[in-house]
C-alpha cells in the first residue's frame, strides 16, 4: 500500500486530482513518487549517517557486555561481570555446545538474562516492562551474541537501514557494514571469534542420542562431490560413530554422489590426534625449524588477486551515477513537457532496473573479496596457536575446532575389502594443508619398495578374486548363512542399546533418536516429539 507521502508530493505537483487527467498519470506518478521518496529518505540518512561515518557508535545503548563511559557518553567500556558470561558463550561453543544447551547451563547457574542485568544498570529497552523469568535464556540471545563483531572491539554501523517505501527495518548486506576498529576494549579475542562464526555458519547441532553433537560434525568433506559427511551412531547398534557422505544415497540419481565415503570417526579422530601431537612435538623439539617450515607453507599461498573484481565494481559504480543523472534528467525533460508520460515510465523503469542490478552485483563482488581477504593466512597465528597447547595430552572437541579448518575424506581404494587404505586430507586454521616433515615417511630402499608393491597386488588378487566368487554367486549359500547371522547380532546389539538409553533416559522410535527431557537429560534439545512411548 502506498503511504502517506505519494498523497502529499503529488499535492505539491500541483495535480488536481479531480480532473479527468488522474488516470494517465497514475502510474507516472508513482514513479515520481518514489523517486522523490527515495531522495528524501536519503537526505535523513545522509544526517543520521555523517554520526556514523565519524565512527561513533550509532546505536543507542551498547550490547551486553558494555556500558556506557560515564566521562565521554560515545565510549563504550567493559562491563565485568556481563562481559565473562560472553566470555564463557564463545568457549562453550568451541567446546561443542549449541545455544540451547548454553542457555540451559545458565538457567541452571541462574545467570540473569542481559535484559534483566541491563535493566539492573538502569539500561536497555526492558526498563519499564516486567520480565517474568529472569534466568529465561534463549537461543537467538545466546546467537546474537555470538555473531557480534562489537565484542572485537569493533564498531559497527548500519547493520540495518529503513527502506524508503515500507519503513521497515532491513538487514543491509554485510559489505555495506561500516566498521571502525577497536574503538574500544576488545571481550574476545579475534582467532576465537572467528572460529565461533565457522562453527556457527557450518554445524546444524543437534542431539543424536547423546545429547551432543559429535566433536566431526561439520569438519568432515567429500573429496568427489564436496558435500558435508553426516554422522551414523546407531544403525549397527555399536556405540560407534560413522561418517558417510550427505550427497550418497543407494538411489542412483544422477545429482547423488556415487559412493558412500564412509568413514570410522575414531579413525578420523586418531589421525587428527596423532598429526597434531606431531606438529606440537615438532614445535617443542626444534621451533626454529618449525617456525621456518610453517612460514614457507604460508608463503606458498599467494593472496588471491583481486584487481579484476575493483576494476568491474569501479566500472559498475561509475555507471551508476550516471544512472542516477539520466533519472533526474527525464524527471527534469517531464517536468517541462519535453518527454510524455508514457516515455517516460519507459525510460525510468529501464534506468532503475539497470542500476539495480549493478548495485547487486557490486554487493556481490564486495562479498567475495570479502570472503577471500578473510582467508588470507597466517603463520604467526598457527605459531601461535601450538604455543598454547605445549603440554597437549588429549585431542579435546575445543582443540578440534581451534586447529582444524576441515578434513577432506577420500573413498575407499578397495571397497568391500578389509586390505584397504582412505586417504584423508587435513587442513589446518590459518595455514591450509599441512602435514610436519617429521611426520613423512621416510624414503624407502628399492627392496622396501618392491616388498610394498608385491604386497599391494597381492590384496588387488585377492580382492579381484573375492568379487569374482561374489559375481557368480558362488559363495552364495555361506555368504547368506553369514549376513544372517550378523543381521542377529545387529538386532542383538540394538535391542541391548535401546534397553541402556530408555534407562538414560533416552528412547528411539522406528530409526530416530528421541531425547526425553524429563528423565534427567534437560541439557539436550528435544528434535522430535513423539506420541507414544515405544515399547522396549
Ligand atoms: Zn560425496
Same mark, same amino acid.
Given at each position: 500500500m502506498r503511504q502517506n507521502n505519494v498523497r502529499l508530493i503529488a499535492v505539491n505537483e500541483g495535480t488536481? !486530482? @479531480?480532473? @479527468?487527467?488522474e488516470d494517465d498519470f497514475l502510474p507516472f506518478r508513482d514513479v515520481i513518487n518514489e523517486y522523490y521518496a527515495k531522495d528524501i529518505s536519503k537526505k535523513i540518512r545522509s544526517t543520521f549517517k555523517s554520526k556514523g561515518d565519524s565512527g561513533k557508535h550509532v546505536a543507542s545503548s551498547p550490547p551486553y557486555g558494555y556500558i556506557k563511559d560515564p566521562n565521554d557518553k560515545n565510549h563504550w567500556i567493559v562491563d565485568e561481570e556481563a562481559a565473562e558470561i560472553v566470555r564463557r558463550m564463545f568457549r562453550l561453543t568451541l567446546e561443542g555446545k549449541g545455544p540451547y544447551q548454553i542457555c540451559k547451563i545458565f538457567e541452571s547457574e541462574k545467570i540473569e538474562i542481559p535484559a534483566v542485568h541491563q535493566k539492573k544498570q538502569g539500561l536497555g529497552l526492558w526498563q519499564n516492562r516486567e520480565i517474568k523469568? *529472569? /534466568? &529465561?535464556?534463549t537461543s537467538s540471545t545466546i546467537a546474537g551474541i555470538l555473531a557480534k563483531p562489537e565484542y572485537l572491539g569493533h564498531t559497527v554501523n548500519f547493520k540495518t537501514r529503513k527502506h524508503f517505501k515500507d519503513k521497515k527495518s532491513h538487514y543491509v548486506d554485510k559489505s555495506e557494514w561500516q566498521i571502525f576498529k577497536n574503538t574500544q576494549e576488545p571481550i574476545v579475542d579475534q582467532e576465537t571469534f572467528d572460529n565461533v562464526q565457522r562453527i556457527r555458519s557450518r554445524v546444524k547441532r543437534y542431539p543424536d542420542g547423546w545429547g551432543e553433537a559429535h566433536p566431526l560434525t561439520g569438519i568432515l568433506y567429500c573429496a568427489d562431490c564436496g558435500h558435508t559427511l553426516y554422522v551414523h551412531r546407531v544403525n549397527n547398534g555399536k556405540r560407534e560413530a560413522y561418517f558417510t557422505c @550427505? &550427497? /550418497?544415497? =543407494?538411489? =542412483?540419481? !544422477?545429482? &547423488?554422489?556415487?559412493? *558412500?565415503h564412509r568413514i570410522k570417526a575414531d579413525d578420523v579422530m586418531q589421525i587428527l590426534s596423532k598429526t597434531i601431537k606431531g606438529i606440537i612435538d615438532y614445535a617443542n623439539f626444534d621451533r626454529e625449524a618449525f617456525v621456518a617450515e610453517i612460514e614457507s607453507v604460508v608463503g606458498e599461498q599467494k593472496e588471491a588477486d583481486h584487481s579484476g573484481a575493483m576494476l568491474e565494481i569501479e566500472t559498475a559504480e561509475k555507471r551508476i551515477d550516471e544512472l542516477e543523472t539520466l533519472i533526474m534528467k527525464i524527471y527534469e525533460d517531464q517536468a517541462l513537457g519535453k518527454l510524455n508520460v508514457e516515455r517516460y515510465t519507459a525510460l525510468y523503469n529501464k534506468y532503475q532496473e539497470e542500476q539495480n542490478s549493478l548495485k547487486q552485483r557490486v554487493r556481490d563482488l564486495r562479498v567475495t573479496i570479502a570472503d577471500e581477504k578473510k582467508e588470507v593466512r597466517s603463520a604467526s597465528k598457527f605459531i601461535k596457536l601450538v604455543d598454547r597447547y605445549a603440554d597437549f595430552t588429549v585431542l579435546t572437541p575445543i582443540m578440534i575446532n581451534e586447529f582444524v579448518d576441515k578434513v577432506i575424506v577420500h573413498e575407499r581404494d578397495r571397497k568391500n575389502s578389509i586390505q584397504t587404505t582412505q586417504k584423508l586430507e587435513i587442513y589446518f586454521n590459518f595455514i591450509g594443508e599441512y602435514k610436519p616433515s617429521t611426520m613423512k615417511e621416510p624414503e624407502l630402499t628399492e627392496e622396501e619398495k618392491a616388498e610394498l608393491a608385491r604386497k599391494e597386488a597381492l590384496k588387488d588378487k585377492r580382492h579381484q578374486q573375492y568379487m569374482i566368487r561374489k559375481a557368480e554367486g558362488r559363495d552364495a549359500n555361506y555368504n547368506k548363512q553369514v549376513a544372517r547371522r550378523r543381521a542377529q547380532q545387529r538386532e542383538d546389539r540394538r535391542k541391548t542399546r535401546r534397553w541402556e538409553d530408555i534407562q538414560a533416559g533416552i528412547y528411539h522410535i522406528a530409526g530416530t533418536t528421541v531425547i526425553n527431557a524429563k528423565n534427567g537429560t534437560e541439557d539436550a534439545e528435544p528434535i522430535l516429539v513423539s506420541a507414544s512411548r515405544p515399547r522396549a
Open positions: 488536481d !486530482t @479531480g480532473s @479527468g487527467m523469568d *529472569p /534466568y &529465561r535464556w @550427505g &550427497r /550418497y544415497n =543407494k538411489a =542412483k540419481d !544422477t545429482d &547423488r554422489c556415487a559412493s *558412500p
